[in-house]
């Protein structure tokens, strides 16, 4: 990559964010296209967001992919909102047009398309779980009701916030108990828990679901991709369920992003040759 006076520039904004794997999927992207484009990681701290926003915007970015803990903020932030950022509250995509602010989220149809993609997994008409109730537990809520699931069924620690997650999708979406997901067809953990067990350590089941009572016949994908395999994931496994971890759907959201600001057929191979595992 050489950087000219024509570079266009695209980045990351979070806190942390320099573990991000975000800028090897973007530029393995630009260079797989033969984009004169960068894409940088920027720290910024919650205090200093809309400023470091609004001077992107002034700077002319291209866009930004935002992460924790600032979707919902950028989200307020923005002059125009999709559909999906109006419902979540939260955006993990902004692109910057002649001044102006639109955010999006890819986080739900990032998703989407590695169940289509890898798995052939179409949610219509499915019963689908989700353990969680945070941003990613939210979208994916959204994205299989919006995808035809016949039932959605949230399970979390905090069974309010389940319910409020619930209630992005009436009547396909309700709170339920971790033992209602023993029929689920396709389960997705969108919790962090399984980052979180150190080495050694005896996992604690997120939101009480034990991943023996799940297995064959049945997809399980959790979210999290650092370790490439959770506790979680591999209890699931030996007990016979296909699964997934979150390296497919943080791959997916990103192409979606390179579509959207680039215009281009987004080159998924190369970008799955910039990231580990
Ligand atoms: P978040 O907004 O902070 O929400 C976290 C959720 O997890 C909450 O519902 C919380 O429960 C629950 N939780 C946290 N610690 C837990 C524990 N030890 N046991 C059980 N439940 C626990 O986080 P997020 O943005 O949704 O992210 C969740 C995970 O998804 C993270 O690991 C993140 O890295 C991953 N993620 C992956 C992708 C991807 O592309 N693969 C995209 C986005 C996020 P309470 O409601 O009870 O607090």
Same mark, same amino acid.
């Given at each position: 990559m050489s950087l000219s006076a024509r570079t266009e520039l695209a980045g990351v904004i979070g806190s942390p964010v320099r573990h991000s794997l975000s800028p090897l999927l973007h530029n393995a992207a630009y260079r797989a296209l033969g984009l004169d484009w960068a894409y940088l990681a920027f720290e910024v701290a919650p205090a200093d967001l809309a400023t470091a926003v609004r001077g992107a915007a002034a700077l =002319? $970015?291209? =866009? /930004?992919? @935002?992460?924790?803990?600032? #979707? &919902?903020e950028a989200a307020a932030l923005a002059d125009r909102r999709s559909p999906a950022v109006r419902r979540l509250g939260a955006a993990n995509t902004l692109s910057f047009s002649k001044g102006a602010i639109a955010a999006d989220s890819t986080d739900g149809a990032g998703l989407l398309a590695d169940l289509s993609v890898s798995l052939g997994f179409d949610p219509a008409g499915s019963r689908c779980g989700v353990i969680g109730a945070g941003g990613a537990a939210r979208a994916a809520v959204l994205a299989l009701a919006e995808a035809g699931a016949a039932e959605v069924l949230v399970v979390n620690r905090t069974p309010l916030r389940a319910f409020r997650a619930a209630s992005l999708a009436p009547g @396909?979406?309700? /709170?339920? #108990?971790? &033992?209602? $997901?023993e029929g689920a067809d396709l389960v997705v953990q969108a919790t962090p828990s399984g980052m979180l067990a150190g080495e050694g350590e005896e996992p604690g089941w997120p939101a009480g679901v034990d991943p023996a009572r799940l297995g064959s016949g049945q997809i399980v994908v959790d979210l999290v991709y650092e370790p490439a395999e959770t506790a979680f994931l591999r209890e699931a496994r030996r007990f016979g369920a296909v699964t997934r971890n979150g390296l497919g759907m943080l791959v997916h959201q990103a192409a979606l992003q390179v579509a959207l600001w680039t215009g281009e057929r987004p080159p998924l191979s190369a970008m799955w040759e910039a990231v580990p595992g």
């Open positions: =002319g $970015l291209r =866009g /930004l992919s @935002v992460t924790m803990p600032h #979707k &919902d @396909v979406a309700r /709170l339920a #108990k971790p &033992d209602e $997901l």
